[in-house]
């Protein structure tokens, strides 16, 4: 029960790799224990410390295993699991891999409607182009998370042929944003 304990002080701590071997040691004693209760608590925890580290695979992977253990016990925790399960599915369809361990990430905007334009009664700075201020409706669409990085842009120069000259020490800033694109 200690290391578990440590294990989620450490996860809020967010020191990841020493909260999953704590709980990876703590999950092994409860298995010697035949305490499967306490193995899907474990699990439950142990996914979501690799969902944190950036391990959705993983993290699907154990909370498929608890659920399996779970499921046979009537174990309370089951729909928890089976939520983070479909929520890590439906991110996961969120992002892209443009190469190995680079991916883009996206989030999902809802259709709808605003405003476009400007109004010269509210804004006399507006120029001509942006008049007459109307409702514009949108159908839903993704766009990217986050800025798109250095290294996802060389993926994309590199699958796509896009002309580009990077510069030689591009690769050292690999997640820093991507400027002066034409």
């Known amino acids: 029960q200690a290391l578990f304990d440590l294990s989620r002080i450490d996860f809020e701590l967010e020191s990841y790799p ?5 709980a990876s040691r703590s999950l092994l004693l409860f298995r010697d224990l035949h305490s499967q209760w306490a193995e899907v608590y474990v699990l439950h925890h142990m996914g979501d410390i690799q969902l944190r ?7 699907m992977a ?3 295993e608890a659920l399996s253990i779970g499921e046979e016990t009537n174990h309370p925790l089951c729909e928890s699991i089976r939520e983070r399960i479909a929520k890590a599915k439906a991110e996961a369809e969120l992002t892209l891999t443009l ?3 680079i991916t883009l990430e996206f989030v999902r905007v809802p259709a ?9 009664t509210k804004d ?5 182009d942006e008049l007459p201020q109307h409702k514009v409706m949108l159908d839903e669409y993704l766009i990217g998370k986050y800025p798109v990085t250095v290294a996802q842009f060389i993926a994309f ?3 796509s042929k896009y002309k580009f000259d990077l510069k030689q020490d591009a690769a050292k800033k690999a997640n820093h944003p991507i400027t002066h694109v034409k």
């Open 124 to 128: 006399r700075d507006a120029d001509d």
């Open 157 to 159: 120069v590199k699958a």
């Open 112 to 120: 709808g409607e605003f405003l476009m334009g400007s109004d010269k």
């Open 62 to 64: 154990t909370w498929s």
């Open 99 to 101: 190469a190995p361990n």
């Open 18 to 22: 020493l909260a999953l071997d704590e």
């Open 53 to 59: 580290a950036n391990g959705r695979e993983q993290a």
